[in-house]
């Protein structure tokens, strides 16, 4: 898998794969949510939040995001692979690239939230090193400090 920063032609695709796993953990897309995907290049601008894709023979198959919180922590977003691209390591090789870029641009710590009812996730993110923070009645929220 080769990993680049989105361009705007690939948005679109982008933007497809994202909801294809919504698709696949909820039954429906409701469009009215999730803005952000809806102007990927607006929304990521290369300069506080960052989108990327990762590609197997032209194709969009992962997706990844970090978006710059405070001076020092990035939150991590979008992390998503095509249904049969799983289980080939791919959201780890993704999960890394995002990690060492937001370490790249000054972060010391990492902040993500799933659905506190994907067990998969929750599980893919405790075993990168995110540490359980707290939940809502939607979310779980872990942290990972950066080691210098």
């Known amino acids: 898998m080769i990993i680049t920063p989105i361009e705007k032609n690939q948005c679109e695709q982008a933007k497809n794969v994202i909801l294809s796993g ?3 953990r909820f039954g429906f897309i409701d469009h009215t949510l999730n803005p952000d995907i809806h102007d990927i290049k607006g929304e990521y601008d290369g300069t506080q939040h960052h989108f990327f894709i990762g590609k197997e023979n032209n194709e969009i198959i992962c997706t990844g995001a970090i978006r710059k919180e405070t001076r020092d922590t990035y939150q991590i977003v979008r992390m998503s692979v095509l249904s049969p691209y799983r289980k080939r390591g791919l959201g780890r090789i993704m999960l ?4 060492e870029k937001a370490l790249s641009l000054g972060a010391r710590y ?3 939230e799933t659905n506190k009812h994907w067990a998969d996730a929750i599980r893919f993110y405790q075993n990168n090193g995110y540490i359980y923070k707290e939940e ?3 979310s779980c929220y872990f942290e990972k400090e950066i080691p210098l």
Do not use: Q
């Open 136 to 138: 809502d009645e939607v």
């Open 96 to 99: 890394m690239y995002l990690e």
């Open 110 to 112: 990492l902040i993500l």
């Open 22 to 24: 919504f698709l696949e």
